[in-house]
Every structure is written in structure tokens, then in C-alpha cells.
């Protein structure tokens, strides 16, 4: 029964480890490429939780210690804001 | 310096976006040899940063609409070669306008694309296009232009399947490789005879291929020559998966106006698409940049939002998960380059194509032919990178 729980590594989007060990082997050395793979790290919470274990499967796989393993390139917001948030002030309304 | 042998290929493409991927893969579907070189991670530039509109309606020649419209019809044939699913959809295509000046503008674009031979391109009521977009504030918008035949694809997905394609086919590819420098040939005509990455492997090519985007004009400068290419930013974001909001793609009927007559001013507008996964895209913002610079900004970001929030007022309240960048070239006359360099005549450039997604699987068949039976089926005449060459260089605006 164990056998069959599926690893998730990415809980936002649900990736689980295969499927990131998959995009591993086909080439993707960094965190941003097994994000554009897979997906795991485009969630609500942009990888803040799997990044790191994402760097050690990369690490694992390619020999590399894992503090040379490229770290996902930051990306604003720092954390999420909606949209309206956003707009405050611009095209003239609401407050500046 | 280390210096490695790197083999001896047909074809060696640089760069490992939309393009460059789908020039591997129909070459290498001809039987050559083929060798792609990308500076960092496939798609790592424009292609894994832009929204994935198929475009037909605002196609900016009549090759490019052929070449768009080819695509869309053989998308299905592509998804079953490349044997992953590219979440290719006909979605249709509505440009929204806000005012007579807009609407002026996008009826031109759309009489154009009419007289190019899309029948199906359109100008809506604002009540038909609520229906066409049933979340869109029809007090937004005084008309649409609507094109029931254009859609959106997972760029993402485009990208590695043709990569994954071209090594079923026998093709290497190097990642995290920029390249350091061409090794010229010596003679009246200068080949490049072989390509040089920074990690010091050297491989020799009967013909490079330049399909770097953003880093077009610098690589043909390391071949001697200067081509009038200038680049520009164009920032976005996107929400958090939401339920069914945005039916298909939309650009800001804003963008159609006053086209690029003052290159100093960063031009925003609300260009949206909904992915598969329900996160709603949000672009864009363009501001012309001198270098690689993929920042965003707050001015921008801002503003886009608020254009976006005010025709779909339904986005308000949704988080903003992502913001990023991205840099692609453009030209003086707005068109692609693409063909042989005369002085260089081993040297192909494929770049500073719009909406790139939705060309690059045709591209990849017309540059095969031309590298294996030396012509295409199509009129390339327009989109020669000679019209492109400048003595000292370019440094922008003018006649865009």
C-alpha cells in the first residue's frame, strides 16, 4: 500500500518526485529548468517551500554539491498581492 | 584556456528558445547532424516568458500570417511527432478599444488582416464581445476586434518537446554553454567555421544558425558584422489559479495606437490569457532597454494591472504570484530577420520575430529548406537581415 503514495516535492502544484527526477535525467541541471518542466515552483507559494529539496535531487543526480547547484532566480512579489494592490494609484484613482 | 574538441556538425544553432529548438528539430529531421548551443537553460529568455498567444489577426506582413496559419493547421500532426501534449487551443482572440482612436486603429488592423485572407478576422459590438468574453465589463469597451481562429499554447511545452524531439533525432545539445567567440575563416568570404562555447569546447559547423533573441546582435558581431537590431523589455505577472475567467486572448486595442512614436515612453496595455493550469497571465509593459535588462518595474506592473482590473473587473481580487521580464529584439521596419548573411555565407539568422510561439515550428521548416536544398516555397525577400546592415549600428526608434 505504502508503495503506492505518490512523493510530493512541490505542494502547490503537486510534483511529485518522479516526475521531478524525470526532468532531472532529460537534461535540467538548475531549479529554474525543472520548473519550466514540471511546473513544481509556479504555485501560490513560487518554490519558497521545494526549492531547496529540488537543489538536493539536482545535487544527488549530478554529483554537484548542492550549494553550487543554481538557486531559482528571485522574483517580486515578495509575497503574493492582488491584484487591486497592485493598481493603487495608477490611471489616476484611488489613493497614491 | 581550456580547449576541448566538440565535434564536427552540419548545423550548429545557437540559442535554445522557440526558435532555435525548432530549427534543431527540422533540420535534424533532414538527417543532418545537428549541435544546439544555449547560453543558460532551454527557454530561459522570450520563449519561457511570453503568454503564448497563437496570433493571426495583428500579423504584421502577409508572410507572417501564412506562416502563422500553417502553424495553427498542423499543430495537431507537431503534438503527435513531438509525443507530448502542448495544451494547444483555439480559443479565438478578442482586442478590446476604449475609445474612436483605438477603434480606428485596430478596424485598420483587422481591414488588413481581411485583405491578407483571414475571413475570419472581426469587429465586434461591445455586447457581442461580452458574449465572446462573458467576464469582460462591457462599460470598459466601445467595440472589439475578435478572431475566432487564433488561441494560445504552453510555450514551455513547445520548447522541450521540440528539444526532446530533436535528440530522438540524434541531435546534441550543450546547455549553460554562451558562446565565447566564432572561429573565422580567413579569404574574401569569411565562414565561421567553428563555434566556440565559454567553457572552452570547440565545434566545427558547415552552417551556424543565430536564434538567440535578445542576444542576436552581439553574436553576429562576433562574426564582423552589425545588424540594426535594437531590444526591448516587456514585463507581466500572474495570478493565482482561479476558475474559468478569461475564455481566450486578449490585447489591448491601446497597443495599436500611436505605435512606437516615442521610443523613450514605456507603452503598458492589458494583454491576458488564462492557462490550463487557471493562473490568468497578465502583460504587458514595454520600455525600450540598451542591454540585457530583465527588471521590472513598479510604474509598469502598476499599470498593467490597473488596465487589466478595469476590463475584467473580476481579477481585482486575485493575488499576484509572479512578476518577471523579458528582452527580444525588434527591427527598423518591425520585420523579422531571417536568411543568409552575404558576407558570412554560412551564417543564417533566424530572430526579432513577434509572437514567436506561434511562427517557430514554420520557421524550423523554411530554415531546413533553405540549409538543405538551398531555397523555401516562400518569398523571404522581406525579411532578409541585408536590409538590417548598418555601418556603426543602430540605436533605435526612427521609422519603427
Known amino acids: 500500500m505504502f508503495g503506492l503514495v505518490r512523493e510530493i516535492i512541490c505542494r502547490c502544484e503537486e510534483i511529485t518526485r518522479e516526475e521531478i527526477e524525470e526532468a532531472i535525467a532529460?537534461?535540467?541541471?538548475?531549479?529554474?529548468?525543472?520548473?519550466?518542466?514540471?511546473?513544481?515552483?509556479?504555485?501560490?507559494?513560487?518554490?519558497?517551500?521545494?526549492?531547496?529539496?529540488?537543489?538536493?535531487?539536482?545535487?544527488?543526480?549530478?554529483?554537484?554539491?548542492?550549494g553550487e547547484v543554481l538557486p531559482p532566480r528571485p522574483?517580486?512579489?515578495?509575497?503574493?498581492?492582488?491584484?487591486?494592490?497592485?493598481?493603487?494609484?495608477?490611471?489616476?484613482d484611488g489613493v497614491r | 584556456m581550456r580547449k576541448l574538441p566538440g565535434g564536427r556538425y552540419d548545423v550548429v544553432v545557437v540559442g535554445g528558445g522557440v526558435i532555435g529548438c525548432a530549427?534543431?528539430?527540422?533540420?535534424?529531421?533532414?538527417?543532418?547532424?545537428?549541435?544546439?548551443?544555449?547560453?543558460?537553460?532551454?527557454?530561459?529568455?522570450?520563449?519561457?516568458?511570453?503568454?503564448?498567444?497563437?496570433?493571426?489577426?495583428?500579423?504584421?506582413?502577409?508572410?507572417?500570417?501564412?506562416?502563422?496559419?500553417?502553424?495553427?493547421m498542423r499543430l495537431p500532426e507537431l503534438e503527435r511527432e513531438l509525443d507530448i501534449g502542448l495544451q494547444a487551443e483555439r480559443t479565438g482572440g478578442l482586442i478590446p478599444v476604449k475609445n474612436t482612436a483605438e477603434e480606428q486603429a485596430v478596424a485598420a488592423v483587422i481591414d488588413?488582416?481581411?485583405?491578407?485572407?483571414?475571413?475570419?478576422?472581426?469587429?465586434?459590438?461591445?455586447?457581442?464581445?461580452?458574449?465572446?468574453?462573458?467576464?469582460?465589463?462591457?462599460?470598459?469597451?466601445?467595440?472589439?476586434?475578435?478572431?475566432?481562429?487564433?488561441?494560445?499554447?504552453?510555450?514551455?511545452?513547445?520548447?522541450?518537446?521540440?528539444?526532446?524531439?530533436?535528440?530522438?533525432?540524434?541531435?546534441?545539445?550543450?546547455?549553460?554553454?554562451?558562446?565565447?567567440?566564432?572561429?573565422?575563416?580567413t579569404g574574401p568570404l569569411r565562414r565561421v567555421e567553428a563555434v566556440e562555447t565559454e567553457d572552452g569546447r570547440i565545434a566545427e559547423a558547415g552552417v551556424v544558425v543565430v536564434a538567440a533573441g535578445a542576444w542576436t546582435r552581439e553574436l553576429v558581431r562576433m562574426a564582423g558584422l552589425e545588424l540594426a537590431i535594437c531590444y526591448e523589455r516587456g514585463e507581466a505577472m500572474v495570478t493565482e489559479r482561479t476558475g474559468p475567467l478569461v475564455r481566450?486572448?486578449?490585447?489591448?486595442?491601446?497597443?495599436?495606437?500611436?505605435?512606437?512614436?516615442?521610443?523613450?515612453?514605456?507603452?503598458?496595455?492589458?494583454?491576458?490569457?488564462?492557462?490550463?493550469?487557471?493562473?490568468?497571465?497578465?502583460?504587458?509593459?514595454?520600455?525600450?532597454?540598451?542591454?540585457?535588462?530583465?527588471?521590472?518595474?513598479?510604474q509598469g506592473l502598476r499599470e498593467v494591472a490597473a488596465k487589466a482590473a478595469r476590463y475584467f473587473p473580476a481579477l481585482a481580487p486575485l493575488q499576484v504570484i509572479r512578476c518577471w521580464a523579458a528582452v527580444?529584439?525588434?527591427?527598423?521596419?518591425?520585420?523579422?530577420?531571417?536568411?543568409?548573411?552575404?558576407?558570412?555565407?554560412?551564417?543564417?539568422v533566424a530572430a526579432s520575430f513577434h509572437s514567436a510561439v506561434g511562427l517557430a515550428p514554420a520557421v524550423g521548416q523554411v530554415v531546413s529548406d533553405l540549409i538543405v536544398d538551398g531555397r523555401a516555397n516562400v518569398d523571404l525577400t522581406p525579411w532578409s537581415p541585408e536590409r538590417l546592415w548598418r555601418e556603426g549600428g543602430w540605436s533605435g526608434g526612427g521609422g519603427c
Open chain 2, 248 to 298: 481566450g486572448i486578449i490585447t489591448d486595442g491601446e497597443f495599436f495606437v500611436g505605435y512606437r512614436d516615442n521610443r523613450n515612453l514605456m507603452r503598458t496595455g492589458a494583454c491576458l490569457t488564462q492557462t490550463s493550469s487557471g493562473n490568468v497571465v497578465v502583460a504587458q509593459a514595454t520600455t525600450e532597454v540598451d542591454g540585457y535588462d530583465i527588471r521590472n518595474t513598479y
Open chain 1, 75 to 92: 522574483r517580486s512579489p515578495v509575497r503574493p498581492l492582488r491584484v487591486e494592490e497592485m493598481a493603487r494609484g495608477a490611471l489616476g
Open chain 2, 112 to 185: 488588413q488582416a481581411q485583405r491578407w485572407g483571414l475571413s475570419s478576422a472581426r469587429m465586434v459590438t461591445s455586447r457581442e464581445a461580452v458574449e465572446l468574453e462573458p467576464r469582460l465589463d462591457p462599460g470598459s469597451i466601445v467595440a472589439a476586434g475578435y478572431c475566432a481562429d487564433e488561441g494560445r499554447i504552453n510555450p514551455f511545452r513547445l520548447v522541450y518537446g521540440l528539444a526532446c524531439g530533436c535528440q530522438r533525432l540524434g541531435a546534441t545539445l550543450w546547455t549553460h554553454a554562451p558562446v565565447r567567440r566564432f572561429h573565422l575563416g
Open chain 2, 23 to 72: 530549427v534543431a528539430y527540422f533540420v535534424a529531421r533532414r538527417g543532418l547532424k545537428v549541435l544546439l548551443v544555449e547560453r543558460a537553460g532551454l527557454g530561459s529568455g522570450a520563449s519561457g516568458a511570453n503568454p503564448g498567444f497563437l496570433v493571426l489577426s495583428y500579423r504584421e506582413s502577409p508572410l507572417a500570417l501564412q506562416m502563422a496559419r500553417e502553424v495553427l
Open chain 2, 328 to 348: 527580444t529584439p525588434y527591427t527598423p521596419d518591425g520585420q523579422p530577420a531571417l536568411g543568409f548573411l552575404r558576407d558570412v555565407p554560412n551564417l543564417l
Open chain 1, 26 to 66: 532529460s537534461g535540467a541541471v538548475t531549479v529554474d529548468e525543472v520548473k519550466r518542466v514540471t511546473r513544481a515552483g509556479m504555485g501560490f507559494c513560487q518554490g519558497r517551500t521545494c526549492w531547496r529539496l529540488i537543489a538536493s535531487l539536482i545535487a544527488n543526480r549530478t554529483g554537484k554539491p548542492v
